[in-house]
């Protein structure tokens, strides 16, 4: 009998008896049947995939994938449909269903089928959020673009998680099982990314002491991800494009072709139809690239990702094994804060968090943002003095100035937000006489504190 298989059940339409039951069993699928979405989404964590019944129409996939998008997990969903609902079973598998199956199907060979198509593991996080309704929709979207061998174009600003896309698209592809390989075409000069892409023989040239593969051939059968392909050299966009048309290439020294089996991802933070029209841009290799194109938002335009971010980060980042909270006060901050660094200026953020903390707490005197703006960059009176950031800069990791730089933001951010000075201090946690200490102590180190002053 195959190996037990954690499933949960949920199907409003038909309660599962001892026989369904026992023919599940044969299969090697143990069932822990849920009756509404609150259980199920109690549950999630503890299984490897979700049987679901549908009946008229696919709300409920749209749903339970929304519960496991928002616990930042990747469970496959199977659903169950009549046998004469073949438009329900299409759309259910175009709107991310693993399989579908006829609801009355209760045949053992069936159900092994299933679990067959399932990875034998325990769902783990991901390192990408789909708490936003924003994020969400890219997720499903992202997830049917995965299933079809198309060439895809993620664009969107620095920092936002192309590469993390990239890799979604790839997990969620029939290419699943061969190596994702990256290369940043921004990140070398131009003699090395053309030995990085296409590889050489040895003898090639000086110093090619052995053969050596470049990343389409590492990629062989999975996924080649091109990050920033916007700043690639226009002669190798030439020799890209030419790969990518022939699936052949050569590499560096050889006389004959090498096939090529990789499905490509490219990445950008270019307006790419700005470099065609300034000729830095091939136009035929856009859209040679761009068969499908996803947009990645920046933080700012999916809020709700935030704090499941931030709370993932400290409990990847944290090296003690302890749970991490955040403060109402720190949350306040990360919330209202521009974000113009995107994902990776968050992650930034809550890893000083981390080392300023001496406990499993984070409040806003750990949060240290970049100098470029605090609540809103394009407000002057928000942002720290770029002298006082400056200053923690160039001494290096002072501990001390970086919690001086974050109370600084805190108690504007706190002023700003309340009526009187006592409503900001029950906001910040401390007393109203704490909190003018904290005003004298920081106007003595030459922080602007005029607003904070007059509020």
């Not at 438009?87 to 299933?114: F, I, P, Q």
């Not at 390192?127 to 673009?145: C, E, H, I, M, N």
């Not at 004298?440 to 607003?451: C, I, P, S, V, W």
Request: overall charge neutral; proline content about 4%; charged content about 25%.
């Amino acid at each position: 009998m195959p190996a037990a298989f954690e499933v949960l059940w949920l199907d409003p339409v038909e309660k599962l008896d001892s026989a369904m039951r026992a023919r599940l069993g044969e299969a090697g699928l143990r069932v822990v049947v849920v009756s509404t979405l609150d259980e199920l989404n109690a549950m999630l964590r503890r299984v490897h995939m979700v049987v679901v019944r549908l009946f008229e129409d696919g709300c409920l996939l749209a749903k339970v994938r929304g519960l496991i998008a928002e616990n930042m997990l990747d469970l496959p969903v199977v659903c169950r449909t009549d046998r004469g609902a073949l438009e329900l079973a299409v759309a259910a598998m175009r709107n991310g269903a693993k399989h579908v199956v006829a609801a009355d199907d209760w045949n053992v060979g069936s159900w092994t089928h299933v679990q067959s198509l399932m990875a034998p593991v325990k769902a783990q996080p991901q390192t990408f959020v789909f708490a936003d309704p924003v994020s969400q929709k890219l997720l499903v979207l992202a997830q049917r673009v995965a299933q079809a061998e198309v060439t895809t174009l993620l664009t969107g600003p620095t920092g936002a998680g192309k590469e993390v896309l990239a890799r979604i698209l790839h997990e969620s592809s029939p290419r699943r099982t061969g190596p994702f390989v990256g290369l940043n075409c921004a990140a070398m000069p131009e003699s090395m990314i053309e030995d990085m892409l296409f590889g050489h023989e040895k003898g090639a040239f000086t110093g090619a002491l052995k053969d050596y593969s470049g990343v389409f051939e590492q990629a062989a059968g999975g996924t080649l991800f091109l990050d920033e392909i916007g700043e690639m050299p226009i002669r190798l966009q030439a020799k890209l494009l030419r790969v990518l048309q022939e699936r052949q290439l050569t590499r560096l020294g050889a006389q004959t072709q090498v096939n090529v089996d990789v499905r490509l991802v490219a990445a950008t933070n270019r307006d790419l139809k700005a470099a065609i029209e300034s000729r830095d841009f091939r136009e035929d290799l856009y859209f040679r690239i761009s068969t499908f194109r996803l947009r990645l938002p920046c933080l700012a335009e999916r809020p709700l990702d935030i704090m499941p971010l931030a709370q993932l980060m400290l409990d990847t980042h944290g090296a003690e094994r302890r749970p991490w909270t955040i403060t109402a006060d720190a949350e306040a901050l990360l919330r209202t804060h521009a974000w113009p660094g995107n994902v990776r200026e968050l992650s930034n953020v809550m890893q000083r968090a981390l080392v300023l903390s001496h406990s499993s707490l984070i409040t806003a005197a750990h949060l240290s943002f970049d100098e470029f703006g605090v609540l809103d960059n394009s407000s002057a009176e928000n942002r720290v003095p770029l002298s006082a950031a400056a200053a923690v800069d160039a001494r290096g990791p002072d501990l001390d100035s970086a919690v001086r730089v974050s109370q600084h933001r805190a108690i504007l951010a706190a002023l700003r937000a309340a009526s009187s000075r006592n409503e900001a201090a029950r906001v910040l946690g401390i007393s109203p006489r704490t909190l003018r200490y904290k005003l004298a102590q920081l106007k003595d180190h030459g922080f602007t504190l005029a607003m904070a002053e007059t509020a």
